[in-house]
Nanobody, 123 residues
Framework: VQLQASGGGLVQAGGSLRLSCVDG????????MGWFRQSPGKEREAVAA????????YYADSVKGRFTISRDNAKNTLYLQLNSLKPEDTAVYYCARSRDSSGYLKANEYNYWGQGTLVTVSS
């Protein structure tokens, strides 16, 4: 498994979590990365994306101002800080590696996916 996501769990509304994604591949620092999520009965949706250097970040409107994507290329690790969580944020969160150095809010721009980590927000 090249992408290993972790950090999910059960949290009350208004709480915070930090997700991590370790990339076991050899090209992490060259590639854009993204976080996606999928709730039961819903399509997978983009949450946030980041360029290879971290210099450019992108967010879905639903999470702007609450979530922060970041990366540590020395550790081959991608992060997603989730603050002010809402019950509608409940989903399995997936990390993904994009086809090139940019980050995208489109799933078809990614060719490697992690296994997902479950975030449950109680009201």
């Amino acid at each position: 498994v090249q992408l290993q996501a972790s950090g999910g769990g059960l949290v009350q509304a208004g709480g915070s979590l930090r997700l991590s994604c370790v990339d076991g591949g050899h090209t992490f620092s060259w590639n854009g990365m993204g976080w996606f999520r999928q709730s039961p009965g819903k399509e997978r949706e983009a949450v946030a994306a980041i360029s290879w250097s971290g210099g450019s970040t992108y967010y879905a409107d639903s999470v702007k101002g609450r979530f922060t994507i970041s990366r540590d290329n020395a550790k081959n690790t991608l992060y997603l800080q989730l603050n002010s969580l809402k019950p509608e944020d409940t989903a399995v969160y997936y990390c993904a590696r994009s086809r090139d150095s940019s980050g995208y809010l489109k799933a078809n721009e990614y060719n490697y996916w992690g296994q997902g980590t479950l975030v449950t927000v109680s009201s």
